[in-house]
């Protein structure tokens, strides 16, 4: 068995079965999630819709990962492949876009 896919041991203690691909899976989903916290404060502080450049790059690192995890895992989950992979190209695309038209220091100096 890869280690990738054997038990962390020094997690036993939590009842949880945790490899660590489970743990890159995991910390992406809560960073694919977390993105909308991200959101919701820049659009609150702005006190209209905004997007911010975190919100792309945390979509596309937590989607790479959960990717992964569905690709290299003992899980090798097809559904969990194709939900992933719209996501990460779109933020892609959508970071490139976001640079091309604001250039690479939008964010910087914008209070």
Do not use: C
């Given at each position: 068995?890869?280690?990738?896919?054997?038990?962390?041991?020094?997690?036993?203690?939590?009842?949880?079965?945790?490899?660590?691909?489970?743990?890159?899976?995991?910390?992406?989903?809560?960073?694919?999630?977390?993105?909308?916290?991200?959101?919701?404060?820049?659009?609150?502080r702005a006190?209209?819709?905004?997007?911010?450049?975190?919100?792309?790059?945390?979509?596309?690192v937590g989607?790479?990962?959960?990717?992964?995890?569905?690709?290299?895992?003992?899980?090798?989950?097809?559904?969990?492949?194709?939900?992933?992979?719209?996501?990460?190209?779109?933020?892609?695309?959508?970071?490139?876009?976001?640079?091309?038209?604001?250039?690479?220091?939008?964010?910087?100096?914008?209070?």
């Open positions: 068995m890869h280690p990738m896919n054997q038990e962390i041991l020094w997690l036993g203690w939590t009842g949880l079965h945790m490899t660590p691909w489970k743990v890159i899976g995991m910390v992406g989903a809560l960073m694919f999630g977390a993105r909308w916290a991200v959101q919701f404060v820049a659009s609150r006190r209209k819709p905004v997007i911010p450049r975190l919100f792309w790059y945390m979509s596309i989607s790479l990962m959960t990717l992964s995890y569905f690709l290299f895992s003992s899980k090798q989950d097809s559904v969990g492949v194709i939900q992933n992979l719209f996501p990460a190209f779109t933020a892609i695309y959508s970071l490139y876009l976001d640079i091309r038209h604001r250039g690479w220091k939008r964010d910087r100096g914008a209070h």
